[in-house]
């Protein structure tokens, strides 16, 4: 395993739900700044969602009022609740870190990076 791993992807109806999980092993996120990417083949990785260390919340346009991220500094985890979902949120999921408060919605300012969950999305 990585220093960090996502959970929670999975099948879901369009309108439905699912939460995903980042939990980090070696270091501790409450010190990080976490976001949440998304990639489709053939398209660039795209920027959901981030979390500052002191819990500042940041949603791409496409995903506001339907995402939640969200922490558990005791579970050193960090969740992304997708509700309402499309069949255009189908991507592989991938949560990243870096370190400080400073979010960044560019991928290559992140240090570390799971290995992603895959979201499927049915019409």
């Known amino acids: 395993q990585g220093l960090l791993v996502e959970s929670g992807g999975g099948l879901v109806q369009a309108g439905g739900s699912l939460t995903l999980s980042c939990a980090a092993s070696?270091?501790?996120?409450?010190?990080?700044?976490v976001g949440w990417f998304r990639q489709t083949p053939g398209k660039e990785r795209e920027f959901v969602a981030a979390i500052s260390a002191t819990g500042r919340t940041y949603y791409a346009d496409s995903v506001k009022g339907r995402f939640t991220i969200s922490r558990d500094n005791a579970k050193n985890t960090r969740y992304l609740h997708m509700a309402y979902l499309r069949p255009e949120d189908t991507a592989l999921y991938y949560c990243?870190?870096?370190?400080?408060?400073?979010?960044?919605?560019?991928?290559?300012?992140?240090?570390?990076w799971g290995q992603g969950t895959q979201v499927t999305v049915s019409s």
């Open positions: 070696e270091f501790t996120l409450s010190t990080h700044t």
């Open positions: 990243a870190a870096k370190t400080g408060d400073v979010v960044y919605t560019r991928g290559p300012m992140y240090n570390f």
